[in-house]
């Protein structure tokens, strides 16, 4: 169990960092949904699921409360991207709302789990 967490975590973090550059390669603009945005997206969500199952699954502490705003944030940013992957360019807000989504769920991530291990 503890290598399928790993495998999955690895391509959580994957599916992060391909959402994250997406982003970042067009920071100046002009703005819209990319490839790398969309298989990011998608990747890190899925992943995220299957990650959760395989803990649940195993012997290992969930977080319920930490998985559920996780899976807001990622579902909000996945539709936010699906919704506008097929128009040419999407307004500057939308972009830096998909962006703050994605840096917020890996603030979340990291210093959820930083909490408990120093309060």
Known sequence: MEIARQALLVVHLL?????????????????????????????????????????????????????????????????LVMANLRKPSIPKGLYLGILALTVV???VA???SSAHTFG
Not at 45 to 72: I, T, Y
């Open 15 to 79: 599916g992060f960092a391909a959402l994250f550059g997406g982003l970042l390669v067009q920071i100046k603009g002009p703005y819209a949904v990319n490839g790398l945005m969309r298989d990011g997206a998608g990747t890190a969500f899925v992943a995220g699921l299957l990650l959760v199952g395989v803990m649940e699954a195993g012997d290992a502490d969930v977080d319920h409360a930490k998985v559920g705003v996780k899976f807001a944030i990622g579902l909000v940013v996945l539709v």
């Open 110 to 112: 990291v210093f959820w």
């Open 105 to 107: 769920n890996v603030v």
